[in-house]
């Protein structure tokens, strides 16, 4: 074997080892934050919340999370990536930790925000240290694995919460899960302590810098109508997550039930993504918004009549739809601006749709609170059939 031979397996085994690392950080963190979703029917009954109450304490941890991923990333250029990513993987560990000793609602909503601040970190320094790695189509490549390995993580550790939850008490299970994050942020720690991180610079920072230029100075033509669809789209989609263990619950589901049910969930949404790329790419971008917006309204207001084992069927086919149009509507933001205005439209769609997502959950749960959860959902499926007139007016844009 040659010098340079030698020098290339190794380049390739620290690829490999970033890749593995990132992809187990992104089904840490992913994990952590849907796993909250099983977590919240216990919330209400044992703090006697309103449905407007667990909104907002469901946009405690968004919120957290989305606002200092930018501040996360510029800290990573002083501390090191390796050192950032593994406390902020302890961070959140030790939220679910306090999640297990909160006796009172505001211990429980500092726990959820200490847990947004741990999650923050994940997904601009991961994935900045997957994109510097590999170039090319192998950085699309890499970066597809590491967004498939978040979806694994919320089927995983929402189902072994739910599991442990038929056995000992939700508090020791969350607990348990706290440590899992410790240890997971031990493992980083020890698999990048060879890692240079004198600076990194992250996808993040980047659009952050970016979204203050597109707000003085927005994008025109079709972008502003693509965001509007993202917008709906995420408001959709967090909104439905955060109020579907309640439906459930009323359907008769305990905790192993709900597990389930979200595993299916997220694995159809998992497949929705590769399916959404592939429907986007065939029949364009108008087509594919129709089939996932429509199908979203549809299934939620198919899956609220249906007794709980044809919800549990119907549920995959939802995840198809409801995950699916993310994927196809952030791959077509480089076709609607120009290439200057790249960087500026991605941080502008990427704070919007977080926003949203963030807020909607208190939203609908303060019309959930005064009008019912049932007619609460209907509104959820209704709000999203306001993406297929825009979806119609975004064609003429498009080259599909």
């Not at 009549?305 to 509507?329: E, K, R």
């Not at 609460?376 to 825009?390: D, E, F, I, S």
Request: charged share 10%; proline share 4%.
């Amino acid at each position: 074997m040659t010098i340079a031979t030698f020098s290339f397996s190794r380049k390739a085994v620290s690829r490999h080892r970033i890749l593995g690392v990132a992809c187990g950080a992104h089904a840490v963190h992913d994990g952590f934050t849907d796993t909250l979703y099983l977590l919240l029917p216990i919330f209400q009954t044992e703090f006697a919340l309103s449905y407007a109450a667990i909104g907002v304490l469901r946009a405690f941890y968004t919120g957290a999370m989305a606002g200092l991923q930018v501040p996360a990333s510029k800290l990573a250029e002083k501390v090191g990536a390796g050192t950032m990513l593994a406390g902020g993987t302890a961070i959140a560990g030790a939220s679910y930790l306090c999640l297990g000793l909160a006796n009172s609602v505001f211990l429980l909503a500092a726990a959820l925000v200490l847990g947004g601040i741990g999650s923050s970190t994940q997904h601009p320094i991961a994935s900045s240290l997957v994109a510097n790695e590999y170039e090319g189509r192998h950085s699309r490549a890499a970066l597809g694995t590491y967004n498939f390995a978040g979806d694994l993580g919320k089927m995983a550790l929402p189902s072994i919460t739910a599991a442990l939850i038929t056995i000992i008490t939700w508090r020791h299970a969350a607990s348990t899960i706290g440590l899992i994050g410790l240890a997971a942020a031990a493992a980083i720690a020890v698999l990048l302590r060879h890692r240079d991180t004198p600076e990194v610079a992250t996808a993040a920072e980047a659009a952050g810098k970016a979204a203050a230029v597109a707000t003085a100075d927005p994008p025109r033509g079709g972008f502003p109508l693509l965001l509007s669809i993202g917008v709906i789209d995420s408001a959709t989609r967090m909104g439905f997550l955060t109020f579907l263990p309640f439906l459930l619950r009323a359907k008769g589901a305990g905790m192993p039930e709900i597990g389930l049910a979200l595993t299916l969930l997220f694995a159809g949404g998992a497949a929705g993504k590769l399916v959404c790329g592939f429907l986007g790419a065939r029949l364009g971008v108008m087509t594919t918004v129709f089939l996932t917006e429509g199908g979203t309204a549809l299934g939620i207001m198919a899956l609220l009549p249906l007794p709980l084992v044809p919800a549990f069927a119907l549920l995959p086919l939802l995840g198809i739809a409801l995950n699916g149009t993310s994927s196809v509507l952030y791959g077509t933001v480089p076709e609607l601006v120009p290439t200057e205005r790249r960087d500026a439209a991605f941080g502008l769609f990427y704070t919007g749709t977080i926003g949203a997502g963030a807020l909607s959950p208190a939203i609908y749960g303060l019309f959930s609170d005064a009008i019912g959860l049932t007619s609460g959902m209907l509104l959820v499926a209704t709000m999203v059939l306001l993406t297929l007139p825009l979806a119609y007016r975004l064609r003429r844009f498009l080259a599909d």
